[in-house]
């Protein structure tokens, strides 16, 4: 039993150990998983920070030819109304700038125009339908608000070309008067559907300052207002810009269940520069494999557990298998009627005994007197119960010893170790016990004995035919009293 | 025997679980200070806000003596949405952060420039308006640029970021510089040519000149960008967070872009 307990804690050790290596291979793999995605993640980022730089880059280059030009027209005509010069040579210098812009920058800026003191000028020659009151367009009123600050107004369809375009307009120094320029938008939109196309980014995207799509890598979306508040994909990625302190920044984004990383860079006339990257692909490629060694470890840990558990199980039947074992070999050496133990045990123990005789044994052979006569005058019941009935008395009066045993039908042997002393104690006591018994149908009984001690012997066998002797010379004497009693 | 390796393995995966469950976890920030500034202005029932009134159109006396503005339009409605009434208190603008942390006023809310100094000192709302700062000649100025401000007197208001951008620049060597208490003082000397120049935001130039004084007009050229925000003590967090997430507010419901219609003609503001 102590043996099979060390046995079921050492596997549960060996398990424990087990998923301990396991768990350890599994924090590995996290930890190689969670490098792989934030590794991945600054990828992702630094590829949308590379695509949004560009961009950035490339719309701050061409809307500062416009700003630049705008600011130089303006210049000039602050310099000249300063100095009073007539509406007719302001109007020859807007031609004149006009022309110097398209050939400067050729198919982008279409001619410089304005409200001076209160009269529209047109360097490119256009010439307005009456209708036409240029202090209720747009640009006008965008630069009168701005104080001085470059307006940008659009971008929206433009009635005389048909292309996308914007206005940039400047209040001027006087207050009431404006100029204004126009820039054709193509070559930006086309800037940002190249970097989209190049597979660099999902959308590349350009807002300005009140977040209204000025361009977009998808076409449909441009001149959309992504500050309504209508839950849109736009709208979400605004919701997260207003959030942003910095002028460079990234955030992720949920939306339709799929994550997106947007890379935003403000630049220098509040525009703001996107690029969407949809992580989702990128991701799931990589967790994946995640997914499986995790399952996979898992798997191993249940089917450890079930193996380590099953393996605990056979130790039980075993150990079960063992007791049964024992129980029977102890069936084996027990008489079942008087529990003690029976005549082959007896046998085995005088064979045992006899490869090295101790000196202080006594052997002592025990006899029932008148079984026969029970059994023949009350019956095989009343014979059994006079044979427990000495077991018992023989059983509580050997007390210093496990050797009694049960060797024939009515016959017992007690092998005891002590002094003669003792022993003549132990039998005075199944004396009296057998004396004075009291069962259902045994009343008083004798025991006849025979006793001697290894002392001067030199094997098991002679000093239990010595005490047999003597219990037979008891025996005989003990009916010849009888006899003499019934005479 | 087996039940007490099933309960090992129970107790390895409960250990593993949470192992599992405390990755996603971050730590948690440590608790702030009682920040009592919002309540305080709740209790008292009014916002104090500290205005140079002679900054049109951002705040400033009318003809009817009140104290109008485009910021002070935003903080009435800001007010309003946060259930305490306004109070508008003219303030030496030199004393402003003295009067702020003295408790007087309960923000700076009147056209003031960002400045790295200002970030430092006080607590600033995110910025809501872009400005420029630019000189004002008379008409029948002979400067005509920048360059032409050389030998000339030139007026700055007392305290402003126009003070300390002026004294940073090149040409603060070659003029005379005159400090005033404010810009329509400055703008009333220019008229009556006690000054050749002054040096201010446009956003005031411009309306000041188109509402009450033709005979000036702006130089080419500026000396910078600032950008405005309100301004906040240092400490007041709480009051400083919920003023801005009113902000944010007015800026979606579109009451921000409305009021900047009513001042400027359009919607010029920048915040978020």
Known sequence: ?487 | MKRNAFKQILMIFAVFSMLFSSVGCDKNAPAEEKDLSLQAVLDAGQLVLGLDASFPPMGFIDDENNIVGFDIDVAEEASFRLGVKLVKKPINWEEKEDLLNAGEIDCIWNGMSVSAARAESMNLSGSYMKNEMIFVVRKDSDIKSISGLKGKAVGVQSGSTAQELLQKSKIYEDVTVTSLADNVSLLTALSQEDLDAVFLDSVVAYYYIVSFSEDLLILPGNLGEEEYAVGFRKKDQALRDKVQEILDEMRQDGKLAEISVKWFGSDITTLK
């Open chain 1, 1 to 487: 039993m102590k043996r099979s307990k060390k046995t079921g804690l050492s596997v549960v050790q060996n398990l424990v150990i087990t998923i301990f290596i396991i768990l350890f291979f599994l924090g590995v793999v996290v930890a190689y998983y969670s490098v792989l995605d934030s590794e991945t993640r600054d990828n992702i980022t630094k590829n949308g920070e590379l695509n949004a730089v560009s961009t950035a880059y490339r719309i701050d280059k061409y809307l500062s030819l416009g700003v630049n030009a705008l600011k130089l027209t303006s210049y000039t005509l602050d310099s000249m109304i300063h100095d009073n010069c007539s509406q007719e040579e302001i109007l020859n210098y807007l031609v004149a700038q006009s022309f110097a812009t398209e050939s400067t920058v050729t198919g982008q800026i279409n001619g410089v125009y304005g409200v001076i003191r209160d009269e529209y000028l047109d360097g490119s020659g256009w010439e307005p339908d009456e209708d036409f009151v240029p202090t209720e367009r747009p640009w006008f009123i965008e630069a009168k608000a701005r104080s001085g600050k470059v307006a940008i107004v659009g971008p929206y369809i433009d009635a005389m070309t048909g292309n996308v375009t914007i206005t940039l307009s400047r209040r001027l120094g006087d207050t009431k008067s404006v100029v204004a320029i126009d820039i054709e938008m193509d070559q930006l939109q086309q800037t940002v559907e190249d970097v989209a196309s190049a597979g660099a980014s999902d959308a590349e995207i350009i807002l300005n300052s009140n977040y209204q799509v000025i361009a977009h890598s998808d076409r449909d979306e441009i001149g959309n207002d992504y500050f309504k508040n209508d839950n849109s994909f736009g709208n979400s990625i605004v919701n997260m810009l207003r959030k942003q302190t910095k002028k460079e920044s990234y955030f992720s984004l949920e939306y339709n269940s799929n994550e997106y990383i947007v890379y935003a860079i403000t630049i220098e006339n509040d525009w703001v520069c996107l690029s969407v990257i949809n992580a989702t692909t990128v991701f799931s490629k990589l967790r994946v494999p995640l997914i499986l060694t995790i399952i996979a470890a898992m798997s191993i840990i249940i089917i450890l557990s079930l193996l380590m558990a099953n393996s605990n199980k056979k130790d039980a039947f075993a150990q079960k298998m063992e007791e049964i074992a024992n129980q029977q070999t102890e069936y084996a050496y027990r008489d079942q009627m008087t529990g003690l133990k029976n005549r082959r045990a007896y046998t085995e123990e005088l064979e045992r005994l006899s490869g090295e005789l101790p000196e202080d044994l006594f052997v002592i052979i025990l006899d029932v007197n008148g079984l026969k006569k029970i059994n023949d005058n009350f019956g095989h019941e009343a014979g059994d119960e006079l044979i427990i009935a000495a077991a018992t008395c023989i059983r509580n009066a050997f007390t210093d010893t496990d050797d009694v045993y049960r060797i024939g039908g009515d016959e017992f042997c007690v092998i005891t170790s002590g002094t003669e002393e003792d022993i003549d104690g132990s039998l005075n006591l199944l004396d009296q016990s057998t004396k004075h018994w009291k069962g259902v149908r045994i009343n008083s009984f004798s025991v006849s004995y025979g006793v001697e001690t290894t002392k001067g012997h030199s094997d098991m066998e002679s000093v239990a035919m010595e005490a047999d002797h003597k219990m037979y010379d008891r025996k005989n004497s003990y009916y010849k009293s009888i006899e003499k009693d019934r005479q």
